[in-house]
């Protein structure tokens, strides 16, 4: 009862009574400080930039980036693309002389599991990049 009292009494003005009403007399004042304060503490350069740092975090983490660059590596359409570039490589005259030394499957075996495997060392580089 007494709260319910109290609480009214801070919105309604009761003529007499010192201090009824104190709510409505000064809604702008009250405001403009929860705003302020609000700005301040949450909206503030390091706050920000810690959430934001922690949120960037947590959503990198959850899309798996490491496997999910695993598995277009190993899709056809990019073994395709990359047989592709290694042909278009050996096709150049640098790649006739490497030709010459070293067997083009071979350098398509090697290339491949490299570019899965590459997943692990872009991963951080993304980290970093935000």
């Given at each position: ?54 949120k960037t975090e947590i959503v ?71």
């Amino acid at each position: 009862m007494t709260n319910w009292l109290a609480i009214r009494m801070m919105f309604d003005k009761i003529p007499f009574l010192i201090g009824s009403g104190i709510l409505l007399n000064n809604f702008a004042e009250i405001r403009d400080n929860v705003k302020k304060t609000t700005m301040e503490t949450y909206f503030d350069a390091g706050h920000l930039s810690h959430y934001v740092t922690q949120k960037t975090e947590i959503v990198l983490n959850s899309l798996q980036l490491e496997e999910s660059i695993r598995e277009v590596v190993r899709s056809p359409a990019v073994q395709a693309l990359i047989a592709d570039k290694i042909d278009e490589v050996f096709s150049t005259k640098e790649g006739l002389l490497l030709g010459l030394v070293v067997n083009r499957n071979k350098v398509k075996e090697a290339v491949i599991p490299s570019m899965e495997n590459a997943g692990s060392d872009i991963v951080p580089l993304v980290f970093s990049a935000y």
